[in-house]
C-alpha cells in the first residue's frame, strides 16, 4: 500500500510561480522514480518532469528552464517548482511514484497502469 498527497496548486497570472508538493508514504516512497504529471481539459495526460533515485531528471520540452523538479528524501516529499508560467499550463497535475526510467516519461499509459497516483492539485494560470 502507498499513497500521494499533492498540495500547492492554485491561481496565479502569467510570469508568476508556484510550488507544488507530493508527500509519498508507504510503498510509494519506495519506487525507484517519481514525477509529475498535468491533464488539461479535453486533453490527454502528459509527462511534466520526473527525477529517479539517483537524482537524474527529465523534462518534457515545453517546461524545460522554466520548471524544477526535486526530492527531499528524508521527508519523502517531491516538489516542482514552477516559474514562468503561462497559460498553456493551466491543468489538474499529479504526482506519481513507479519502479521506471525516467526515459519512459512519455509513456504516461505504463505510469498508470503500474504505478502510484495522487488525486491531483489545480494550476491555473490567467493571461
Known amino acids: 500500500q502507498g499513497a500521494l498527497v499533492e498540495s500547492g496548486g492554485g491561481s496565479v497570472q502569467t510570469g508568476g510561480s508556484l510550488r507544488l508538493s507530493c508527500a509519498a508514504s508507504g510503498n510509494s516512497a519506495t519506487m525507484y522514480s517519481m514525477g509529475w504529471f498535468r491533464q488539461a481539459p479535453g486533453k490527454e495526460r502528459e509527462g511534466v518532469a520526473v527525477i529517479d533515485r539517483e537524482d537524474n531528471t527529465n523534462y518534457a520540452d515545453s517546461v524545460t528552464g522554466r520548471f524544477t523538479i526535486s526530492k527531499d528524501n528524508a521527508k519523502n516529499t517531491l516538489y516542482l517548482r514552477m516559474n514562468s508560467l503561462k497559460p498553456e499550463d493551466t491543468a489538474m497535475y499529479y504526482c506519481?511514484?513507479?519502479?521506471?526510467?525516467?526515459?519512459?516519461?512519455?509513456?504516461?499509459?505504463?505510469?498508470?497502469?503500474?504505478?502510484?497516483w495522487g488525486q491531483g492539485t489545480q494550476v491555473t494560470v490567467s493571461s
Open positions: 506519481a511514484a513507479a519502479d521506471l526510467d525516467i526515459v519512459t516519461m512519455d509513456r504516461v499509459r505504463i505510469w498508470v497502469d503500474s504505478g502510484y
